[in-house]
């Protein structure tokens, strides 16, 4: 597909994006609420939805507003937007779900498809074969290899948005193939025959099938999870990549004269507290709301549920622009047992995770002991295993965690009076750690439990005194240990993100470090005292323009380059930001977050730049940002040196 999402901003596989429909943009993630085609059905008009909360999509369903004559002809008259009377964008969903739980429906594919662009949906769905959890694997197979017919037949009718969905059943292969279908069918892969899982809370079960469905889509698809009404789900579905999520719950939990809270759900007429003072609770307060005629409380519930779950999904989106995701998924896992034992299951797939796992993020805070088991720390242990050993180590020195400035480092030898080097290990929540690198992300801003539980005071100077002391007979203490500690941290640096012989190879140019004058971390590395790397607080080295030419001699293609295709070479040369539709890379070591080298066809340097996407998706997303540039020959320096 050519069109599809457009990606703003990303942590690992969540996104803010944009999805363009005839009837305005949708910024992603969204909760589309479900809207009843029969006006006096539906509990909040989709008319206060877009003026009130700003929901600039909804969802209806196409087959209802088939079955009955009255709505059917007034869709075939007045399209769904004056039905409803809705200005943003509407989705239409087939009546795959109402064939299920009523089993055969009378309309045939093709005239679903052709009924729900007669009235205008902006996004069309596929009639789909819904597949419970439980059918057999020749069932689910069956199942979605007709919806997959269907959806090839759809997409031969229909010029505008489709949505293709996903089914499977409980099946990996099943569902990674269909997602994989869907991806190229649609613009937007709707992962279907989900409804069971979550109405009984069995989300655990439903991560291996996330996990699936994850390994077979591809970008530019958008991403929709049929049925995510509860807002509790909402961090957790974006965590997968989830652009669409679509609520009943709204409805459905205030027809029952529930309350829905961002971490569960509260009957309403247990709500004795004033606990909400949004604008709704100040005409009625929600102590009131229980007390009000049955019509009326279900209406105010209804809009309080909605308000709640648009809160959330806006609670996701800073997440996600603040890199911040992983930490609210946990803390709403706490919510409930059935969320914690989801996350459980998540760091059993951490492999899914880590192609998109950004290079760092401002902060890493500790929320529950599966942070532990978060992809950026899989990734660091996978990386630190994969690195071959710098320093031969006859001995090794345990200490805490330690500041890397000038005071600590030049009381700590690097090695004995007879030229053995000594290697230091940091204990740290994620294990032991070469004192070296235990500045790089995550290790680096990680924010334990354990470091807030003992005191602080001379912790430090504790651990150095000790460290001293185990090395008292075989050094010399008294020399300054700092500039060997230079050498060592810039090598550890270059090498963690170059690897061994390229890290050599820079060093053969004098690489002096600078530290900053106020913290004492070392902030760059120069030749001939203009910068070549500036480390930021992440702890990673960042070519500036010097430094990417030293970079791009010491490598060679396609190491560390993105290729800049020949239309946008003009513009990266001048520092423009470059789009998806013209780089491509091959070093799958590249990531979101990666300093690159933007070179040309005959590798020649264009530019620096940060990446946003990983090679996979550079190209495959045919709208949008690939990389910022940091540095061009105009613009020499990459900011953030002090
Ligand atoms: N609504 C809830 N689940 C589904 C599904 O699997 N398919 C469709 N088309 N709609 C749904
Ligand atoms: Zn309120």
């Not at 059905?41 to 369903?61: C, F, K, N």
């Not at 805490?400 to 480092?409: A, G, H, N, R, S």
């Not at 702890?539 to 560390?560: E, N, Q, V």
């Not at 040369?573 to 979101?592: I, V």
Request: proline share 9%; glycine share 8%; charged share 25%.
């Amino acid at each position: 597909m050519d069109s599809g999402i457009e990606l703003l901003e990303r942590d690992g596989w969540a996104r803010l994006g944009r999805i363009e429909t005839p009837h305005g943009p949708i910024e992603t993630p969204a909760l589309l609420p479900v809207v009843h085609p029969a006006p006096d059905r539906q509990p909040v008009s989709p008319r206060w939805m877009y003026e009130a909360l700003g929901i600039r999509a909804v969802i209806t369903s196409a087959y209802i507003s088939w079955k009955q004559p009255e709505l059917q002809a007034r869709v075939r008259a007045e399209g769904f937007h004056r039905l409803l009377g809705f200005p943003g964008a509407i989705m239409t969903d087939s009546g795959a779900f109402q064939q299920h739980v009523y089993g055969q429906i009378e309309l045939t594919p093709d005239a679903s498809i052709d009924f729900q662009q007669a009235g205008g949906s902006d996004i069309a769905t596929v009639l789909d074969i819904f597949t419970e959890p439980t059918a057999s694997w020749e069932e689910a197979r069956a199942a979605a290899e007709t919806t997959r017919e269907r959806a090839a037949a759809a997409r031969r009718r229909s010029p505008g948005l489709l949505a293709v969905p996903v089914q499977g059943g409980s099946y990996p292969d099943l569902r990674r193939e269909a997602a994989r279908a869907a991806s190229e069918l649609g613009e937007i892969a709707a992962i279907g025959g989900v409804v069971p899982w979550f109405e009984t809370y069995r989300f655990a079960e439903l991560v291996p099938v996330l996990a699936a469905v994850r390994r077979g889509l591809e970008p530019p698809a958008a991403v929709h999870l049929f049925g995510t009404g509860h807002p509790m789900l909402f961090a957790f579905g974006a965590l997968w990549g989830v652009d669409l999520f679509d609520s009943s719950a709204y409805a459905k939990f205030a027809r029952r004269g529930d309350l829905l809270l961002p971490d569960g759900t509260v009957p309403i007429d247990s709500v004795k507290e004033p606990i909400c003072f949004c604008r709704l609770c100040e005409e009625t307060p929600l102590p009131e709301v229980a007390g009000l005629p049955e019509k009326e409380r279900e209406r105010a519930l209804a809009r309080h549920n909605l308000l709640t779950s648009v809160e959330e999904i806006h609670r996701v989106r800073r997440a996600i622009r603040e890199g911040t995701l992983w930490e609210l998924v946990e803390r709403r896992a706490v919510g409930h047992p059935s969320l914690y034992a989801a996350l459980r299951s998540i760091a059993d797939h951490a492999p899914v995770f880590l192609p998109v796992e950004p290079v760092s993020r401002r902060a890493f805070r500790e929320v529950v002991p599966e942070s532990r088991r978060r992809p950026a720390i899989a990734l660091f242990h996978e990386r630190l295993g994969r690195r071959a050993n710098p320093v031969p180590t006859a001995r090794t020195v345990e200490l805490p965690k330690v500041p890397l400035i000038p005071d600590v480092l030049s009381a700590l030898p690097t090695e004995t009076t007879t030229g053995e080097p000594i290697d230091y290990r940091a204990t740290t929540p994620v294990g032991p750690v070469p004192l070296a690198l235990s500045e790089v992300y995550p290790v680096g801003p990680y924010l334990s439990v354990e470091e807030f539980s003992s005191p602080v005071a001379g912790r430090v100077r504790q651990a150095v005194a000790t460290a001293r002391e185990q090395l008292r007979s075989v050094c010399d203490l008294d020399r300054d240990w700092g500039p060997a500690w230079d050498a060592r941290q810039r090598h550890a640096l270059l090498a963690w993100n170059w690897g061994e012989t390229v890290a050599e190879d820079l060093e053969r140019e004098n690489l002096t470090v600078q530290r900053s004058r106020r913290t004492g971390r070392l902030r760059t590395l120069r030749v001939d005292g203009s910068p070549a790397f500036v480390v930021g607080d992440e702890g990673i080295p960042r070519p500036t323009w010097r430094g990417a030419k030293m970079l791009h001699a010491a490598t060679c293609s396609p190491a560390a380059r993105v290729r800049v295709e020949p239309d946008a070479v003009p513009f990266v040369r001048e520092g423009k930001t470059l789009f998806s539709r013209f780089a491509r890379a091959e070093d799958s070591s590249l990531r979101p977050g990666s300093s690159a080298l933007l070179v040309d066809e005959d590798d020649q340097l264009l530019a620096v730049g940060r990446l946003m996407l990983t090679p996979h998706e550079l190209g495959r997303f045919r709208r949008g940002v690939a990389a910022v540039i940091t540095a061009h020959a105009r613009r020499p320096e990459e900011s953030g040196a002090d």
